[in-house]
């Protein structure tokens, strides 16, 4: 199983210090989604892309902006398109697609996430399936988080693992707030993850998108070996991961 972080959970809004956090990391740290969950961030990761040392890792997404304000559907997409040169998967928030002919281009990059309540659109299993009929070609995102906050008994989570496994190349893990803040992973959210964890794909890019200091993301990993019942223990050590065992 594979474990990383967004970007944005150790740096809000500054993926170059979130990659510098990562560089003192052991490689057991193997996943990192490139957040630009605001517009104008989108830009300057675009721009950084070729410069960028991320040889490190074996999986790495990108998180394209959560709200389209100043920039068109047709701006957003031709900034977009220039990740597809790097073949990273596209995390998007399906609400922003107004256009899905205009999105189809991206095919199996283009990865869908499922919403929190805020959202009207990509809460539930229908939600979704009305999307991928829509982008047949088009991957899938679980937040487990989202999932949770949608339905506390977690039995939409499972529709979607059910339904939807087969397009599944990335996962979100955190806690959600009720007014739809990330936040880290807490003994309630082990308990209802757990219910679901059977039915994770072992092969799956784990994401932590807790917000974490260097001093707290060690407690994050331990949190996602104990839902999942992987059997690593990471220690802090002078800021440093340590995992006892190669994945």
Same mark, same amino acid.
């Given at each position: 199983m594979i474990f990383g972080f967004s970007t944005g959970s150790l740096a809000k809004g500054d993926f170059k210090e979130a &990659?510098?956090?990562?560089?003192s990391v052991t490689n057991s740290i193997l996943a990192i989604e490139l957040?630009?969950?605001?517009?104008?961030?989108?830009?300057? &990761?675009?721009?950084?892309?070729p410069t960028l040392s991320l040889e490190n890792y074996s999986h790495i997404s990108v998180h394209a902006p959560s709200k389209?304000?100043? &920039?068109s559907e047709d701006e957003i997409i031709n900034y977009l398109l220039k990740v597809t040169e790097f073949?990273?998967?596209?995390?998007?928030?399906p609400d922003i697609i107004v256009n899905f002919e205009k999105w189809k281009v991206f095919g199996a990059l283009l990865c869908i996430e499922n919403m929190d309540k805020r959202k009207a659109i990509g809460r539930t299993s229908e939600d979704l399936k009305f999307i991928f009929d829509n982008l047949p070609d088009a991957s899938f995102c679980l937040d487990i988080a989202h999932a949770k906050q949608?339905?506390?008994t977690m039995a939409e989570c499972v529709k979607m693992l059910r339904m939807f496994s087969h397009k599944l190349i990335q996962f979100h893990i955190?806690?959600?707030?009720?007014?739809?803040?990330?936040?880290p992973i807490n003994l309630e959210a082990i308990e209802s993850y757990r219910k679901v964890s059977t039915l994770v794909p072992k092969n799956i890019p784990f994401i932590i998108e807790s917000p974490v200091t260097q001093e707290s993301f060690v407690d994050?990993?331990?949190?996602?070996?104990?839902?999942?019942?992987?059997? $690593?223990?990471?220690?802090? $050590?002078? $800021?440093?991961f340590v995992s006892n065992q190669e994945y």
């Amino acid at each position: 199983m594979i474990f990383g972080f967004s970007t944005g959970s150790l740096a809000k809004g500054d993926f170059k210090e979130a &990659l510098r956090i990562l560089e003192s990391v052991t490689n057991s740290i193997l996943a990192i989604e490139l957040s630009t969950l605001r517009e104008n961030e989108l830009p300057v &990761l675009i721009e950084a892309l070729p410069t960028l040392s991320l040889e490190n890792y074996s999986h790495i997404s990108v998180h394209a902006p959560s709200k389209i304000i100043n &920039l068109s559907e047709d701006e957003i997409i031709n900034y977009l398109l220039k990740v597809t040169e790097f073949n990273f998967p596209i995390i998007v928030h399906p609400d922003i697609i107004v256009n899905f002919e205009k999105w189809k281009v991206f095919g199996a990059l283009l990865c869908i996430e499922n919403m929190d309540k805020r959202k009207a659109i990509g809460r539930t299993s229908e939600d979704l399936k009305f999307i991928f009929d829509n982008l047949p070609d088009a991957s899938f995102c679980l937040d487990i988080a989202h999932a949770k906050q949608i339905d506390q008994t977690m039995a939409e989570c499972v529709k979607m693992l059910r339904m939807f496994s087969h397009k599944l190349i990335q996962f979100h893990i955190s806690d959600v707030t009720s007014d739809c803040n990330h936040v880290p992973i807490n003994l309630e959210a082990i308990e209802s993850y757990r219910k679901v964890s059977t039915l994770v794909p072992k092969n799956i890019p784990f994401i932590i998108e807790s917000p974490v200091t260097q001093e707290s993301f060690v407690d994050e990993l331990n949190y996602m070996s104990s839902i999942f019942h992987i059997n $690593h223990h990471y220690k802090n $050590h002078h $800021h440093n991961f340590v995992s006892n065992q190669e994945y």
